[in-house]
Nanobody, 126 residues
Framework: QVQLVESGGGSVQAGGSLRLSCAAP????????MGWFRQVPGKEREGVAV???????YYDDSVQGRFTVSRGNAKNTLLLQMNSVKPEDTAMYYC????WGTGGYCNLRVRTFAYWGQGTQVTVSS
């Protein structure tokens, strides 16, 4: 069983920055696709940014130009650099992985991903 562990959430003022990290301890292969999703109470989980094994990235329009997803130096670590954050970015952020491409091409759909972390809370105050 692959575990994903997020860290780096917290509280920040609007216009500030935050960096989220995700690790898959014990998993030694390179996941095909990894991504970040977010969810607020009462709403569906939505895709924020994903990156495939070739380094191609895809972003939701709401974060394009403000957020940057990347793979860390350690295998199967995932980063999300959040700049110019807005109050509407407030949510629980989840790391997700599609290890072998069984979900199809790397994309922002929840159903693409079989493995999920527990989430880390991001709160942006105005």
């Amino acid at each position: 069983q692959v575990q994903l562990v997020e860290s780096g959430g917290g509280s920040v003022q609007a216009g500030g920055s935050l960096r989220l990290s995700c690790a898959a301890p014990g998993y030694t292969h390179s996941a095909y696709c990894m991504g970040w999703f977010r969810q607020v109470p009462g709403k569906e989980r939505e895709g924020v940014a994903v990156i495939d094994s070739a380094g191609s990235t895809y972003y939701d329009d709401s974060v394009q130009g403000r957020f940057t997803v990347s793979r860390g130096n350690a295998k199967n670590t995932l980063l999300l650099q959040m700049n110019s954050v807005k109050p509407e970015d407030t949510a629980m952020y989840y790391c997700a992985a599609d290890l072998w491409g069984t979900g199809g091409y790397c994309n922002l759909r929840v159903r693409t991903f079989a493995y999920w972390g527990q989430g880390t809370q991001v709160t942006v105050s105005s």
